[in-house]
């Protein structure tokens, strides 16, 4: 076994794991931080199949922006995951039953006999200074221009969607306005009185 | 690479929506709420606009732009031109009922226009990446929608469940067209297309992930086994997102069946034919018989949609060109008598009530003799009643199922839809023949009124002279 098969077996079993232990951990904050290190390890086969610019940008965009703004909102909204298990145990047969069914026929039909390493041409091996963030821009930017624009509309929406159902302007909040903290005058906060200094006995 | 700005031509109503829907988006924000309806008439110019663009671009030719993304054919021209036409009608109907009920925000209009533009871009797409996009840019706009009414329960719950089951049945469809992709290596139509010419029909793994495909599909059409979402989102949302929903949608939705399973897995039709017609036959058999069981009108229509859909597969089923524009025409139609039936119920819901019981349609001949007519007409059309346009369209469907030697459908289908009569006659009858319960006059805008007269003496017309929209249908369907 070359060097790299073994990186690619380490990395593929620590990514099962992960991604199981995402979904049976119990407490919700653990199962994020699994998720964490499922990205962690699939960046890592990217990285192993030369996609550096891929790899790097799963790291940065999902572990650095997205896991941790979703680590926030688990940690504060105190989930109670007991309720959501309930029933948990008597589906179990029925659910197990069907999902070992499906992945063996579907194993029975998506495995080597169609998809082995006969079947598809090994990706062409590039020299080391090949930049494929050049690449990819290149026909990101012509080829896909049309999917990649709406794309671009499909987060607008999701901004304007996300906006129009939860800001609501209820009466009574605090706030504070710093424009009006700045304009401030002196006369607003000091009152000066003047009074007549006591006179001594 | 090099752009040519010609390539863009063919794109100028999708420019034009989006730029104008951006206008009206931060347009919106300066205006008070009494100055609000300048968002509604911006939204109609959007709309119109769009229509004089794509008549104008359009011509006979099929042209594919933009590295095989988008394509500009006759099949496109007719079904957007027809998405602009339902749009502007469910704007209209829109309009009052949002403002009684203290929604009349402008962000109904801006989803309402990015979710047309989702429309339009499934139906002009070539490449499965953009069918996907412009898939999500509809629904996600329609999840918005249905959850606009926030202090709703009901419209809540329904978002939720729309939400949750979309997304499911969008992933059944992205794991099928992934599927597709590994075997061809392409995810052009015409491409994918010529590779499964060439690859033969017994490949197995093609026809695996036509089963993921169908079955995503089946969930974005409401086709029985994967109806669960729609009686639930059709009774939860505001009255004015389902008529918005249950209309121009279905236009769409049958474009991208026609754009997956007739261009590019073409190849496989006897395949996706078999699929198609069990979900056909249940979604005939379902659809009309639970609905006779409903007291509320907007689920016993949503189980009249569930049945339509049935009738709608049918004509696609046959894998036929006459079949295929058999199956647009029936979509056409019964997208203006959706708009219609729903616009009924707008018309006679007011601030604080919903007539959306059969019970609030008692003796609504009494109260609005020219309304009960209308209605009298769209419900005689969904039931197929002759001289209406649905008889002519259920026709067409079955001619082209019986030139395929599959009587024993067309017998199924004909038996569904009479124990379907049941139930459009019980809403006549309960209109001329039951006393009025509610005597409150039907007040409506006087473009409301036009609007729906007008939507629904389409439905008597286009029964009697369907030579003009069936020839647009058949020239569309190359």
């Given at each position: 076994?070359?060097?790299?098969?073994?990186?690619?077996?380490?990395?593929?079993?620590?990514?099962?794991?992960?991604?199981?232990?995402?979904?049976?951990?119990?407490?919700?904050?653990?199962?994020?931080?699994?998720?964490?290190?499922?990205?962690?390890?699939?960046?890592?086969?990217?990285?192993?199949?030369?996609?550096?610019?891929?790899?790097?940008?799963?790291?940065?965009?999902?572990?650095?922006?997205?896991?941790?703004?979703?680590?926030?909102?688990?940690?504060?909204?105190?989930?109670?995951?007991?309720?959501?298990?309930?029933?948990?145990?008597?589906?179990?047969?029925?659910?197990?039953?069907?999902?070992?069914?499906?992945?063996?026929?579907?194993?029975?039909?998506?495995?080597?006999?169609?998809?082995?390493?006969?079947?598809?041409?090994?990706?062409?091996?590039?020299?080391?200074?090949?930049?494929?963030?050049?690449?990819?821009?290149?026909?990101?930017?012509?080829?896909?221009?049309?999917?990649?624009?709406?794309?671009?509309?499909?987060?607008?929406?999701?901004?304007i969607?996300?906006?129009?159902?939860?800001?609501?302007?209820?009466?009574?909040?605090?706030?504070?306005?710093?424009?009006?903290?700045?304009?401030?005058?002196?006369?607003?906060?000091?009152?000066?009185?003047?009074?007549?200094?006591?006179?001594?006995? | 690479?090099?752009?040519?700005?010609?390539?863009?031509?063919?794109?100028?109503?999708?420019?034009?929506?989006?730029?104008?829907t951006c206008v009206v988006l931060i347009l919106d924000l300066f205006l008070r709420d009494?100055n609000r309806?300048v968002t509604y008439?911006l939204a109609?110019?959007?709309?119109?606009?769009?229509?004089?663009?794509?008549?104008?671009?359009?011509?006979?030719?099929?042209?594919?732009?933009?590295?095989?993304?988008?394509?500009?054919?006759?099949?496109?021209?007719?079904?957007?031109?027809?998405?602009?036409?339902?749009?502007?009608?469910?704007?209209?109907?829109?309009?009052?009922?949002?403002?009684?009920?203290?929604?009349?925000k402008g962000e109904f209009y801006v989803?309402?226009?990015?979710?047309?533009?989702?429309?339009?871009?499934?139906?002009?797409?070539?490449?499965?990446?953009?069918?996907?996009?412009?898939?999500?840019?509809?629904?996600?706009?329609?999840?918005?929608?249905?959850?606009?009414?926030?202090?709703?329960?009901?419209?809540?719950?329904?978002?939720?469940?729309?939400?949750?089951?979309?997304?499911?049945?969008?992933?059944?469809?992205?794991?099928?067209?992934?599927?597709?992709?590994?075997?061809?290596?392409?995810?052009?139509?015409?491409?994918?297309?010529?590779?499964?010419?060439?690859?033969?029909?017994?490949?197995?793994?093609?026809?695996?992930?036509?089963?993921?495909?169908?079955?995503?599909?089946?969930?974005?059409?409401?086709?029985?086994?994967?109806?669960?979402?729609?009686?639930?989102?059709?009774?939860?949302?505001?009255?004015?997102?389902?008529?918005?929903?249950?209309?121009?949608?279905?236009?769409?939705?049958?474009?991208?069946?026609?754009?997956?399973?007739?261009?590019?897995?073409?190849?496989?039709?006897?395949?996706?034919?078999?699929?198609?017609?069990?979900?056909?036959?249940?979604?005939?058999?379902?659809?009309?018989?639970?609905?006779?069981?409903?007291?509320?009108?907007?689920?016993?229509?949503?189980?009249?949609?569930?049945?339509?859909?049935?009738?709608?597969?049918?004509?696609?089923?046959?894998?036929?060109?006459?079949?295929?524009?058999?199956?647009?025409?029936?979509?056409?139609?019964?997208?203006?008598?959706?708009?219609?039936?729903?616009?009924?119920?707008?018309?006679?819901?007011?601030?604080?009530?919903?007539?959306?019981?059969?019970?609030?349609?008692?003796?609504?001949?009494?109260?609005?003799?020219?309304?009960?007519?209308?209605?009298?007409?769209?419900?005689?059309?969904?039931?197929?009643?002759?001289?209406?346009?649905?008889?002519?369209?259920?026709?067409?469907?079955?001619?082209?199922?019986?030139?395929?030697?599959?009587?024993?459908?067309?017998?199924?289908?004909?038996?569904?839809?009479?124990?379907?009569?049941?139930?459009?006659?019980?809403?006549?009858?309960?209109?001329?023949?039951?006393?009025?319960?509610?005597?409150?006059?039907?007040?409506?805008?006087?473009?409301?009124?036009?609007?729906?007269?007008?939507?629904?003496?389409?439905?008597?017309?286009?029964?009697?002279?369907?030579?003009?929209?069936?020839?647009?249908?058949?020239?569309?369907?190359?």
């Amino acid at each position: 076994m070359s060097f790299e098969k073994f990186v690619f077996w380490v990395f593929a079993l620590i990514l099962v794991f992960a991604a199981f232990r995402v979904i049976t951990v119990r407490n919700p904050v653990h199962a994020a931080l699994h998720l964490v290190l499922a990205f962690f390890t699939s960046a890592g086969l990217w990285m192993l199949m030369e996609a550096e610019f891929l790899a790097i940008t799963l790291v940065l965009v999902y572990v650095g922006a997205v896991m941790v703004l979703f680590l926030f909102v688990v940690m504060m909204l105190d989930i109670n995951v007991s309720p959501l298990k309930e029933g948990f145990i008597s589906y179990l047969p029925v659910g197990a039953t069907v999902a070992g069914l499906i992945i063996f026929e579907m194993a029975m039909l998506v495995g080597d006999r169609y998809f082995g390493l006969d079947k598809v041409a090994a990706p062409i091996a590039r020299p080391a200074d090949y930049s494929n963030t050049r690449e990819l821009g290149s026909v990101l930017y012509t080829q896909y221009v049309y999917p990649f624009e709406i794309a671009a509309v499909i987060l607008l929406v999701a901004i304007i969607a996300a906006i129009a159902l939860t800001m609501r302007r209820r009466e009574g909040t605090k706030h504070q306005d710093p424009a009006k903290q700045v304009l401030v005058k002196r006369n607003d906060r000091l009152k000066i009185i003047k009074m007549d200094a006591e006179k001594g006995e | 690479m090099t752009f040519d700005m010609t390539e863009f031509m063919p794109l100028l109503p999708e420019i034009w929506v989006l730029s104008m829907t951006c206008v009206v988006l931060i347009l919106d924000l300066f205006l008070r709420d009494s100055n609000r309806v300048v968002t509604y008439w911006l939204a109609q110019v959007t709309v119109v606009g769009a229509l004089g663009m794509s008549v104008a671009v359009s011509g006979s030719e099929s042209q594919v732009v933009l590295s095989g993304t988008f394509v500009a054919d006759p099949m496109a021209t007719l079904l957007k031109s027809f998405i602009y036409i339902v749009t502007f009608g469910a704007f209209v109907y829109a309009r009052d009922y949002l403002r009684v009920r203290d929604l009349f925000k402008g962000e109904f209009y801006v989803l309402g226009l990015f979710g047309m533009l989702g429309m339009m871009v499934m139906v002009s797409a070539h490449n499965f990446l953009t069918i996907y996009l412009g898939l999500e840019l509809l629904s996600l706009s329609l999840y918005a929608l249905v959850a606009f009414s926030r202090d709703d329960a009901r419209a809540t719950e329904a978002a939720m469940k729309y939400f949750v089951l979309g997304a499911l049945a969008s992933g059944m469809l992205l794991y099928g067209i992934s599927m597709v992709y590994g075997l061809t290596g392409s995810l052009d139509i015409s491409v994918v297309a010529t590779a499964i010419a060439g690859q033969g029909e017994q490949d197995i793994v093609l026809i695996f992930a036509l089963t993921f495909i169908i079955l995503g599909l089946a969930f974005k059409l409401g086709a029985v086994p994967f109806h669960m979402w729609l009686p639930d989102v059709y009774q939860g949302a505001p009255t004015v997102v389902t008529l918005y929903l249950g209309s121009a949608p279905k236009i769409a939705a049958f474009a991208m069946t026609m754009r997956l399973l007739a261009e590019a897995l073409g190849g496989l039709q006897a395949d996706w034919s078999g699929m198609l017609s069990i979900l056909a036959v249940l979604s005939l058999a379902l659809g009309n018989i639970v609905a006779i069981a409903q007291t509320n009108l907007k689920r016993m229509l949503a189980y009249s949609t569930i049945s339509h859909v049935g009738f709608l597969l049918l004509g696609l089923l046959a894998g036929t060109g006459e079949g295929y524009s058999a199956a647009m025409f029936y979509t056409l139609t019964y997208a203006i008598m959706a708009l219609g039936g729903f616009g009924m119920i707008v018309l006679l819901s007011r601030a604080g009530f919903e007539a959306e019981e059969i019970n609030d349609f008692k003796g609504l001949n009494e109260r609005n003799p020219w309304f009960a007519g209308m209605m009298l007409l769209l419900m005689f059309s969904m039931a197929g009643v002759p001289p209406t346009v649905g008889f002519y369209a259920k026709l067409v469907v079955l001619q082209a199922v019986i030139n395929v030697d599959m009587v024993w459908l067309a017998l199924v289908a004909v038996f569904f839809s009479i124990i379907g009569v049941f139930y459009y006659l019980r809403l006549i009858k309960v209109m001329y023949f039951d006393p009025p319960v509610d005597s409150t006059p039907l007040v409506a805008a006087t473009d409301f009124q036009i609007t729906l007269s007008i939507n629904s003496l389409a439905v008597l017309v286009l029964g009697i002279f369907p030579g003009g929209l069936m020839a647009l249908c058949a020239s569309a369907i190359i």
